[in-house]
């Protein structure tokens, strides 16, 4: 089973940036699906972005155009790069990965979750 350690999050103001990064314990590089997740205090978790064996990703609406999903295959890193950053991004930002190629930013087929990083935005 893959270990995921996130890191990189933290407060920012309105209109910033912050880079999450997801350290994976074995190599994923066209093996793994991964998948950011991100839970507000009383909300469900909700898909942020993925992306899959073949470098294609899909975004959440709600981040489209803000957020990129990167991968540094060498250190078995996956990031994302946060922008133009909003109060109503603020939650705790889990990396997800499943061995298996698929493209969705729902919960169900990503059986290794890390522990979260928090990001808080203030306006």
């Known amino acids: 089973q893959v270990q995921l350690v996130e890191s990189g999050g933290g407060s920012v103001q309105a209109g910033g940036s912050l880079r999450l990064s997801c350290a994976a314990s074995v190599s994923v590089y066209r093996t793994y699906s991964m998948a950011w997740f991100r839970q507000a205090p009383g909300k469900a978790r909700e898909g942020v972005a993925a992306i899959r064996g073949d470098d294609s990703t899909i975004y959440a609406n709600s981040v489209k155009g803000r957020f990129t999903l990167s991968q540094d295959n060498a250190n078995n890193t996956l990031y994302l790069q946060m922008d133009s950053l909003k109060p109503e991004d603020t939650a705790m930002y889990y990396c997800?990965?499943?061995?298996?190629?698929?493209?969705?930013?729902?919960?169900?087929?990503?059986?290794?979750w890390g522990q979260g990083t928090q990001v808080t935005v203030s306006s």
């Open positions: 997800a990965a499943g061995k298996g190629w698929w493209l969705t930013v729902d919960k169900a087929p990503y059986n290794a």
